[in-house]
C-alpha cells in the first residue's frame, strides 16, 4: 500500500482543489441593461415609462432658475439681479460680460442659461425613448382621447408622440438661443462614433419642430384629459402651443429678413421679409384657439393661473413640488419669520409698462396717472406681478423707502430698483409667514397664444376683429375697466396705426407675460434689445423713495449704470456656440461676431 | 467600554510576559562563563543586542596582523597582551575597539548599524542576491523605521530613498465615515462601495515614486501580497524596498505599472526567545495652525474700511469699535480666540510593543503585541463624561510561525489581527477645525449671560456655537477591524533534480470598518441687546442625539500562488527560472469581486557573476473588462555587468569593490482606473430627475425616473500601458565605505484613461475615460552612502537625491485660441493662471488697464497682464505658471554611534515645487462677505499689510474689496513650496552589557526622538502656513517628541 500513498494524497488534494463550485455572475445581475428597461416582455411598460418621465424631469422649470436663484428675465430689461455686485448670471447676460470661452461647456447647464449641452442631453434621452419604446408591449389602447382617423391609438405610440414632442422642444429651446443647430435624427452616437457634425439651418431646425409636432399632433392625449392622473403630459394641444410659437419665432424680424448676418442660413433665413410667415404663425395660433379646449382663467384677473392646478388657462405644465422657494428667492427681506433675499428686482420701465386702470397707458393724456401716487389706480396685474411701496405683505404693508423695513439698507442683499417680484407667488399678504403654494412651471398657456395670434395677425392682415378680439379677451381678464366703448382701453378700431398696435401687443405681451421667460426673447426675435429703441443699451432704472412726514418723494434712479450703451451689439442677438464646440469640431460654425 | 478592559488585559500580558522572562534571562546569564583560560591569550564572547552570541566576528589586534574568529557560541581567544587594542568588526555592525586591561574575560556586545548592507536582497516574490540585482530599488532597514515616532510607517519614508516623494495631506487619520458623511448631522452615513475604492489606512501621507501623479503612489506589497495596510509596528518591519523599474514590478502583470512599495516583516528566527519590550510616549504638537488671528476690534475696523472701498455704509459704529477695543461688552461684543480655546498645545502619542522570537529549526515563531494611542488636539468639557476629542487607538497581535514539516516540507503560517478605534467629536473634526479658521474673534460670545450658547444669525456658519460643536456635540466612532492569513508552503523538489523547488502561498485578509454615531447638535442663542431690554432668538437645527450603526466598508481579499522555482549553479553559469500563477481576488462591499490573474515565466542566466540577464514574460488579466479583451502580454527584460569583476580592474583598482551596471526595459500594466464593467451601457433608476404626472404634489404617478448611466459605456476600454527604461550602477569604493546608486529612467506610458479633449457635448452624454493618453517621465536619482568609523567612533552620512521631470504628450487637446493656453507638451501638474504685476496705480486708472468685463480696477488692487491684448482679463489671458521645472527632491541621513551612544538625524526638503496660496489664510476674510457669495470670514494678521494709500509703497495685499478680481489665481498667489525640514533626529543611549547583565536585562537602552523638528520655507509671508498640510480644515501636522526606553531580555 505504501507506494500508492503519494497518489492517494495527490487524488485527494486534486479531489478537495478542483470541486466545482459556482461562481460569481460575469456581469453584475444589478446592473440594468436596455432589455430591462424596454422590455419587450413587459405590457405595462413600467420601466419604460419611469424612463420617458426622466425626461420629463430635464424640462426646465423658469422658477428662481438662473444660478439657482435669479429669474431669466432679470437678463433683460424687465429687471435686474438685486445681487449686482457679485456679477451673477443674469448681470453677465444682460450686460453683455460672455464671450463664448466663458459660455464653455464645463459652465453648461439651467442655471447658466448655456443649454448647448443640456439640451443636447435630453435630446439623446429622447432618441433612446423613441428608438426603444417600439419592441415595449404596452397593453393600453387609447380611444377616447387619442386617436389617429377615429382609431385608438396603442399607449406606446402616445409615449413615443411624447418624446418626440420634449425632443422638438429641446431643439428650440436650442434655436431661439444659437440659431440653426445640429439636428441629429434618431440617431444615438456612442463613443466611438463621429460626432463633428455640422450645423444645419435655421430653417431646416424650424422645419424639423414645425413637421414633428405636425407629425404627433394627432397621437397625443387631448384636452380635457380624461384622467387627472395625466395632468402634465404632453397633449395635442401641447404640440400645437409650440408649433404656434415656433412659427411665430420663425416670422419675427430677427430671423425673417432682420437676419444679423444676411447671406448666413444658420442664424436665419435668407432673403428679405416673407411675410407669409406671419400668416403661418397665425394660422398656428387660431388652430389652437380652434381646439376650444382651453380658456383664460378669470380667478383674481389671472393670478391663479399659476396656483392653481388644472385651470383652464394651463396647455402645458412643468410640474413642480409645492413649497415656498419663490418666496425664499424672491420675497422681500426684512421678516425674520419669513425671510426673503429679493434676488430678482423689477425695473421702473416694467412698471410703467403696466397701464391704468382703465387700460390707458401712464404717459396718455388723462390717463389719471399721479406721479406722487404712482401705483394706484392702476392695471390689476401691477400688483399681481409686483410688489412695491405700500403694497399688503405678510400682514403689513411693504415700506420699500430709504431705510425702511423691506431696504434697510444694511449692506444685504435687498432690491436695487425699489421693487420686488410677486407673481407667482402665494397669498402671503395676509398670513404670518410663507404659505406653500402650487410652484408648478406653466410652460405654455392660453394667453400667450391669444397674444401669439394677435402678433401675428396684426403683422399680416392688420388690426382686425380678430386681434381686436384677443386682446379684449385678455384685457378684460385681466380686470381693466371695460369702459363705454368696451374696448378695455383700447383705441377704436381703425384709428390705430399698424405700427402703434405692433407696441400695444408688444406691451400687452411685456406685461402680461412678465417672469415668465417671453420678455428676454421677445426684445431678441423683434430686433428691439440693440436696435431701434435699443432697449438693451439703456440703463435700467428704478426708483428711490424717500418719506417725510408720510408724505413720499419718487426719485428715479439708475442701476446697472457703468456699462451702457452700446454693449448690446448684433451679435448679442444669438448666443455664441460654446468656444469648446468650435474648437473640437471643425465643422462647426461660429455665429457671428464671437 | 470593553475597550478598557482590553488595555488592562493587554497590559496584564505584557507584565507576566516580562516577569516571567526576567528569571528565565537570570538564569541563562550563567552559560557564558566556561571558557578555559590559557596563558597570554584573551579570551571572551561576542554578543548581539539581545545578548545572543555572535558567530563570525572578526576580533583583530590594533596594529599587528593578528586575528580570529568567533565560534557559534560567540567565543573567541586571540593572542593580545595587555596595553592591546582589540578592534571587533562584524558585517553591518558598528565597530568597537575594547583595550585589553587585564586577564579577565571580555564581554563584547555588537550593536546593529543604522544603515544596513545586505547581501541578499527582497524582492517581489522572493529574495536574491544583492550583486545579482538588475532592478532598480532602495532599501531601508529597521533602525531607519524605528526612530520616527508615529502611527504608521509611512511616516519614516520622507528623505529616505531615491525617487520617493512624500506629500503629508494631514496630521491624522482619516475615519473613513469623514469622508463617507455628507454633512455631519441629519444624513446616515453612505456605505462606501467599490468601484474602485481602496481600503487604505494611510490617510495622511500621500506617496508619489518618479514624480508619476497619473498612476497615483505605489502598490504595497506586504511579505508577498498586495495589502493596503499601514499600520504595522516598525520594530516588526526588516525592511521596507521601493522597486522603481518595469524588471522588478512586472510580476504584477497588469498592475505592474506602478512602483511597488515592498515591506518585509521580521520572521521567526531560531534560537533561545528574544524578547523585546519597547514603551514610549510622546508629546504632539501643532505646526501650521495661523495662531494670528486679527483682534475683534481690528476685525471690524478692516471690515468698515472694505464697506468704505465699495461704497456701502459702515457696518460699525464708533461706539461698536470701541466696545471690541476696551472689551466693555464682552456679550455684545465679544473677542474670543477660537484656536485657543477650543485647541490644545499638546497632546499625547504613547505605544508599547512586546516582541517575542525565538524557537528550534524545526519550529519558530514570532509574536509581537502592538498597543498605541494618540490623541487629538481638541479641548474636552470637564462635566462631559464620554470622550469628545479625536482619539486613535489600535491594538495588533502578529504571530509568525514556521514549521520544518520533514526534510523537503516547510510551512509557515502568519496570523495578523488589528482592532482599531477611531473616536472623534460629533460635530467631526475637519468641520469644527475649518469653522475655527473661518470664524472671526466677534462673530459671537462663547456664553450668553443666561448661560446659553452664544450664535449669530449674521451667516449660517454663526449658527451653531463652536464650543457646542467642538466639546458638547457627543462622538462618533469608527471600529476598523483587520485579519489576515497567510500561509506559505515550500517544497523542496532536490530528489527530482537539484535546485527545484515548489511553493504555494495562500492568504486572506479581511477588513471591517464601522461606525457608530452619537452626535448630535445645541441651540444657539444670538444675544439681543435694545436699550436695557435683552432677548435671545435661537439658531440653528438642534438635533436630538442619534444612536446610529452602520457598515461603511468590508474588504475581503485572497490572493493565492503557487510557483515553480529552479535555481542551480553549473560551474561558472548560474541559471535559475520561476513559472508563476497567482490569482487575487477582492470583494469589496457588495461589489463583484475584482479578479486579477497572472501567470508568468522568469528566467535568468549569469556567467561568473559577472554578466547577468533576466527576462520575464506575463500573462495577465483583470475581470472587469469585456470578455476576449481581459487578458494581454506584459514583458521585461534586464542586463547586468558586474565590471569590478573584470581582470582590468580586479588586478588593477584595488580602491573599486564592486561596480555594476544594469539596464532594464519592459511594458507594464494598469488596470486601476477601470470602471465597474463600464464597457457595457448600463440604466439606473435614481439617478435622473424625479418627476411625476397627476393632480397633486406629488401627483398619481410618481417616479424616479429610469436614465441611462453616465458616463456612457466604452467597449474598446482597456489597461493603461506603459514602457519603462532605466539604467543605473551600483558601486562600492574603499572597501566598501563608500557606496553609490545611480539611476536614469525614461517612462513613457500611454492608453492611459484621460477625459478626452475632444468630448464634444453634440453626443448629449458624458464622456467616459478613454484610453488614449500619454505621458513621459523621466529623472536621475542618486544616492551617496559613506560609513567608517575613528576607533569607536562610527558614523554615517548617506544622501540621496531626485529630478523627476513629467510631460504630456498627448490627450487629444482641443486646439485652443492662445498658444499659451495649451497643456500639452508641459508637465502634469503644471499651475495655470494669471500673471500679475503689483499693484494698480492711479495712472494705471487713468489709462484704463484691462481688468474682467463689468469691473473697473481701483488703485490698489491687483494688476493683471492682458496676454492677448483684448483689454478684457479673462480666461484667455491665463498661462502656465508653476511647476514649469522638474520638481527636485532630497533626503540626508546622517548620525554616529560611540560607546552605546547613537544619534542620527535625517533632512528631507524639496524644491521647484510651487504652491497656490489664494486661500482663506491669506485672502482676508476667506475673500468672501455679506454682500453676495458668501460669509465674512476670519481675517490674520497679514491683512494688516494690505494697500490702502498710506500704505501704497509697502503694502504686500492688496486693497479690501469682496468679489473683486484680487481673488483671481495669478502669479500674486503662487508662492514657493520649496523647503527643508530636519525631519527626524534621535539620540539613544545602550546600557553597557555590564550594567544590563546586573539587572537580569540582556539589554537596556533609552531613547529621545523627534520628529518634524524644524522647517525652513521658501514661503515666509505667512507664518501660519506649512508647506505641507496646509489646507482648510486640514488637520494639522504635528512635531512629535518622543521618549521611550527599550528592554530586551
Known sequence: ?594 | MGYCYLKKCFAGIIILTLLYSTTYAALRDTTYKAAVKTAGLVTGVVVDENNRPVKGAIVSVKGKPISAETDVTGNFSINAAIGDVLVFTYVNHYTSEIPVTSNTELKVRMLDRYLQTRDQADVLYGTVNTGSLLGSMATIYTNQLTTTPATIYEYALPGQMAGLYTQQNSGFTNPANQNALTSFLGSSPIIVSGHGYVPNDNTEIGITVRGNGQEGGATTIIDGVQENLSSIDPESIESISILKDALSTVLLGINGSKPILLVTTKKAQAGTPRISFTTQTALQQSLGMPGDQVSAYQWAYLYNELLDNEGKPELYTTADLLAYKNHTDPYGHPDVNWEKLLLNNYSPLTSDKLNVNGGSEVAKYTISLDYLDQGGIFKQAPNVDYNSNLNLSRYTLNSDIGVKVSKNLSVNLQLFGQVEQITSPGASYSNILSTIESTPNNAYPVYNPNGTFGGSSLASSFNNNLLAMSEYSGYQITKIHNILVNMDLDYDLSDITKGLSIKVKANLASQSQILIDRSYENLAYQYNKVDSSITYSPEGTPSAITNTFSPTVTATTSFEQASLDYNRQFGKNGVSAQAFYDTRSQVLTYDLAAITTDRALKADYNYEGKYFVEGVGNYSGFNRFAPGQQNGWFWAGGLGWQMAKENFIKDNVDWIDSWKWRATYGQTGNDNDAGYYTFKQTYGNGSAPAYYFGLGHPGAYTSDGFTETTPIANPNETWERARKFDVGADISLLKNKLQITADYYHELYYDLSVTSGGDIALLGASYPSLNIGRRLYTGEELTVTYQDHLGDFNYFISGNGTIAASKVLYFDEEKQPYPWMQQTGLPEDVIFGYVSDGFVTAQDVKNKIAAPAGYTPQVGDIKYADLNGDGVINQYDEKPIGNLKPLVYYGTTLGFNYKGFSFSAIFQGVFNRELNTDNSYVNGFSGLGFFGTGEPGQAYENILNRWTPETAATAQYPRLYFDSPNNLFSTFYLKSGDYFRLKNAEIGYTLPASFSNRLHLSGLRVFINAENIFTVTAYREFPGMDPEVNGQGAYPIQRVLNAGLTIKL
Request: neutral net charge.
Open chain 1, 1 to 594: 500500500m505504501k507506494r500508492y500513498k503519494g497518489a492517494i494524497i495527490i487524488l485527494a488534494v486534486f479531489i478537495t482543489s478542483f470541486t466545482a463550485c459556482k461562481k460569481y455572475e460575469t456581469f453584475p445581475i444589478d446592473q440594468v441593461n436596455i432589455n430591462k428597461v424596454f422590455d419587450p416582455l413587459d405590457s405595462n411598460g413600467t420601466n419604460a415609462q419611469a424612463y420617458l418621465i426622466s425626461i420629463y424631469g430635464i424640462l426646465l422649470k423658469g422658477h428662481n432658475r438662473l444660478d439657482g436663484s435669479d429669474y431669466l428675465d432679470a437678463a433683460s430689461d424687465d429687471a435686474v439681479s438685486s445681487n449686482a455686485a457679485a456679477l451673477k448670471t443674469p448681470t453677465l447676460l444682460s450686460t453683455g460680460d460672455y464671450n463664448s470661452g466663458t459660455f464653455s461647456d464645463a459652465l453648461s447647464g439651467p442655471q447658466t442659461d448655456n443649454l448647448w449641452a443640456y439640451c443636447y442631453g435630453g435630446i439623446r434621452q429622447c432618441n433612446i425613448f423613441i428608438n426603444n419604446i417600439g419592441v415595449v408591449p404596452i397593453k393600453d389602447v387609447v380611444n377616447s382621447n387619442g386617436k389617429i382617423n377615429g382609431i385608438g391609438v396603442s399607449e406606446r405610440y402616445i409615449l413615443q408622440s411624447e418624446a418626440r414632442f420634449l425632443r422638438a422642444w429641446f431643439y428650440f429651446e436650442l434655436v431661439r438661443r444659437y440659431g440653426g443647430v445640429p439636428l441629429l435624427g434618431n440617431t444615438v452616437y456612442t463613443v466611438t462614433q463621429n460626432v463633428a457634425l455640422p450645423r444645419n439651418s435655421f430653417s431646416d431646425c424650424i422645419n424639423f419642430i414645425v413637421n414633428e409636432c405636425n407629425a404627433i399632433k394627432d397621437s397625443l392625449l387631448t384636452n380635457p384629459l380624461s384622467s387627472s392622473a395625466n395632468y402634465g403630459r404632453v397633449t395635442k394641444g401641447a404640440a400645437l402651443a409650440l408649433k404656434a410659437r415656433a412659427l411665430l419665432y420663425a416670422a419675427s424680424p430677427l430671423f425673417n429678413g432682420g437676419n444679423i448676418d444676411p447671406s448666413n442660413p444658420l442664424t436665419g433665413y435668407v432673403g428679405g421679409v416673407d411675410v407669409t410667415k406671419w400668416q403661418a404663425a397665425a394660422q398656428a395660433a387660431s388652430d389652437v384657439i380652434a381646439l376650444g379646449a382651453f380658456s383664460l382663467d378669470t380667478i383674481n384677473y389671472g393670478r391663479d393661473v399659476f396656483l392653481t392646478q388644472n385651470n383652464p388657462e394651463v396647455i402645458f405644465v412643468v410640474l413642480n413640488d409645492n413649497g415656498a422657494n419663490i418666496e425664499k428667492e424672491q420675497a422681500p427681506p426684512g421678516f425674520p419669520a419669513a425671510k426673503g433675499i429679493g434676488e430678482t428686482s423689477p425695473t421702473q420701465d416694467l412698471v410703467n409698462a403696466f397701464p391704468m386702470l382703465n387700460g390707458a397707458s401712464i404717459g396718455a393724456a388723462g390717463s389719471g396717472y399721479d406721479p406722487n401716487n404712482p401705483y394706484s389706480n392702476r392695471d390689476p396685474r401691477l400688483g399681481n406681478t409686483i410688489l412695491y411701496n405700500g403694497a399688503p405683505w405678510l400682514q403689513t404693508s411693504l415700506q420699500l423707502f430709504q431705510g425702511g423695513q423691506n431696504e434697510p439698507n444694511n449692506g444685504q442683499v435687498e432690491s436695487l430698483t425699489g421693487y420686488y417680484m410677486h407673481k407667482f407667488m402665494g397669498y402671503s399678504e395676509t398670513t404670518a409667514t410663507f404659505q406653500n403654494h402650487n410652484e408648478d412651471w406653466i410652460a405654455f398657456r392660453y394667453a400667450e397664444v391669444l397674444l401669439n395670434y394677435a402678433e401675428a395677425e396684426n403683422e399680416y392682415s392688420g388690426a382686425d376683429n380678430n386681434v381686436y378680439a384677443a386682446l379684449v379677451a385678455l384685457r378684460k381678464r385681466a380686470g381693466i375697466t371695460a369702459g363705454s366703448n368696451k374696448l378695455y382701453g383700447l383705441p377704436p378700431m381703425g384709428s390705430v396705426s399698424p405700427d402703434s398696435m405692433r407696441n400695444l401687443i408688444h406691451n400687452e405681451r411685456r406685461i402680461e407675460l412678465a417672469f415668465e421667460e417671453h420678455r428676454f426673447f421677445d426684445i431678441r426675435r423683434w430686433k428691439i434689445a440693440g436696435d431701434g429703441p435699443a432697449v438693451m443699451n439703456q440703463p435700467r432704472r428704478g426708483v428711490i423713495i424717500t418719506t417725510s412726514f408720510g408724505a413720499n418723494t419718487y426719485t428715479p434712479t439708475t442701476v446697472l449704470p457703468n456699462i451702457f450703451p452700446g454693449t448690446f451689439t448684433s451679435k448679442r442677438y444669438l448666443y455664441p456656440i460654446p468656444y469648446d464646440e468650435v474648437a473640437k469640431n471643425p465643422q462647426m460654425k461660429q455665429n457671428p461676431g464671437w
